[in-house]
């Protein structure tokens, strides 16, 4: 080791947390763990939570739309859990530096690492969640989409997205504390104007097509939805979706380039 | 192989919750602590060392002595590599590892050999490094079969060894720590401190903190006197502590 740590800039410090890649998936094992430690179902309770609040919402929202269970079922089942997938990070994203404090003021640890850590725990509650897909194809008797194997690059680009969003909100809000709070307020408007509890089709025609297309969180969520739904996400949403990834990256790059040093001293 | 070099090293702590108005537009020099002022941005900062000059190489085994607020433990963490800063030049070269808090990671409710794991991470092992280890920290700690017991489970003297254990199973090339770390039990004490004493005889550069002249003088050939932020002296561990303890 020749530099200082603390001398690091951003890329540096992003390669060495994913070659110590075991330390993130240890605390991130670790989260899930905890939480569910001594009770008997464990970590399934995230999967039987949001079993019940797809059957509800199902039920409520089906009716409500007039829409086909079997059509609306698999769709806001897969809706919601793509969903909790990109809110909890996003909004932990936010936490993520800011509770890892006595950490980063105590260890020499890369400072991706703890962002790499909030994303992983999410990734293996996104997993319990996903359980419920094939339960709701089987009830619906519907086979497995021969698209969904799409879904797999799609999860990578989604997941790359929010990895560098929750790096730019990890420093922001490390150091504009009051910024959590703004973020998950917004969250919340983002997700009745994303549709995941609503179809797209069911947008009345004076409506702006704006809405979705200027809509980040659109095409995330659809390019995990489509798929294992029977569909293919259109180019756009992919040439959205990537065009995001990569000004996204350069900009948490620059940022964290920038404010790294600082950090420590914030928290 | 190892060292660390200071120049002109300067810490300063923007502290952006402070009423800013409340402080008054000038330079406080509280008793202890650092000089809170405020600057000309309007932000008020507490200056936590000021020009820092120090030279640690190969060898140095090195006493931090100082009043509480002194700066010790910022410099701790400067000299760790978690602070970078505000102003001057650190360079330093090896890997570091600080005993300062060694229950950091661990989860009461996990079993001791999840928890062997966790601390482990925390200090930065690789999982091929704990593999080679663990028998040899799962037998230190004398734990036994308590190991497949939750830690919440154990009495705090066998918390303690698993941690301790853990703790110092690795030898870094420059080893920082905050006092001595107490050690529990008699039967344990005299095993503890022989293994503590093993890794810092085996660390490139030692920097210790502490308040105790007895066990400064044991391990330490040089002292460096912090007051205020700033250096007041440094030299051989018998003058310094001579001075500072008084005679």
Known sequence: MTRRFADRDALEDILEAIKKYHLAATFGWQDVAQRYRRSRVGAFWLTINMGVLIGALGLVFGNLFHSPMQEFLPFICVGMVVWGLISSCVVEGCTSLISADVIILQVRMPIFTHILRALWRNIIIFCHNLVIYPFVLLAFLIPLPSTAALAIPGLLVVLLNLAWMMLVLGIACARFRDLTQLVQNLLQVTFYVTPVMWQPRSLPNGASPYLLDFNPFYHLVTLLRTPLLGGIPTLTTWKYAIAMLILGWIFALWLFDRYRRRIAYWL | MSHIHLRDVAVEFPIYNAASRSIKNRVLNVATGGAIQRRFDGHVVVKGLDNINLDLEDGDRVGLIGHNGSGK??????????????????????????????GL??????????????????MGMAPHELHARFDEIAE????????EMPFRTYSSGMQLRLAFATSTSIRPAILIMDEWLSTGDEDFKERANKRLHDVVTSTDILVLASHSKELLLQNCNRIVWLEHGKIRMDGSASAVAAQYFGN
């Open chain 2, 73 to 102: 433990t910022t410099l701790l963490r400067v000299l760790s590599g978690i602070y970078a800063p505000t102003h001057g030049v650190a360079d330093i070269q090896g890997d570091s590892v600080s005993l300062i808090n060694i």
């Open chain 2, 105 to 122: 990671g661990i989860d009461p409710e996990a079993t001791g050999r999840e928890n062997i794991r966790l601390r482990a991470a925390m």
């Open chain 2, 140 to 147: 230190f700690s004398g734990l036994g079969d308590f190991l």
